[in-house]
């Protein structure tokens, strides 16, 4: 498989999700693990373009795809609008959850499903934010929408 642009061979155990994986194989510690179970989404990252959540993703089912990861979104030293929208409207607190919900909004806008506020935050539903940012968030994928296109 290909990992955020660059190619990767690992042999594991067939039951090692791509969270693990890509956490304590690749030390890529930017995909943080919420609640294992597939209900958080601060694992989310993208396989072929679509996000995922990758704590319930078999490293075994990705032979030959291409994995991005929060840490492969930038354009080298240069963020992605996504991550400084996240900064300039303070769309987090904690952190935790931040990688996942950028990684799911760089997802939702390139699907073209962040026309409206209701639609953002339908299709962000499955990215939970402790600390309840959401506004910040909402603000941030807006502000990111219109650099995007």
Do not use: W
Not at 57 to 66: Q, R
């Amino acid at each position: 498989m290909t990992v955020n642009g660059t190619a990767t061979s690992l042999t594991a155990d067939p039951r090692v999700t791509l969270l693990d994986a890509v956490r304590e194989r690749l030390g890529l510690t930017g995909t943080k693990k919420g609640c294992d179970r597939g209900q958080c989404g601060a694992c989310t990252v993208h396989v072929d373009g679509r996000r995922v959540v990758s704590c319930l993703t078999l490293l075994a089912t990705l032979d030959g795809a291409s994995v991005t990861t929060i840490e492969g979104l930038a354009d080298g030293d240069r963020p992605h609008p996504l991550q400084r929208a996240f900064v300039d409207q303070d769309g987090l607190q904690c952190g935790f959850c931040t990688p996942g919900q950028i990684m799911s909004a760089a997802a939702v806008i390139a699907e073209g499903r962040a026309r409206t506020d209701d639609e953002i935050r339908e299709q962000m539903s499955g990215n939970i934010c402790r600390c309840s940012a959401y506004p910040g968030i909402l603000a941030a994928i807006r502000q990111a929408r219109t650099e995007m296109r």
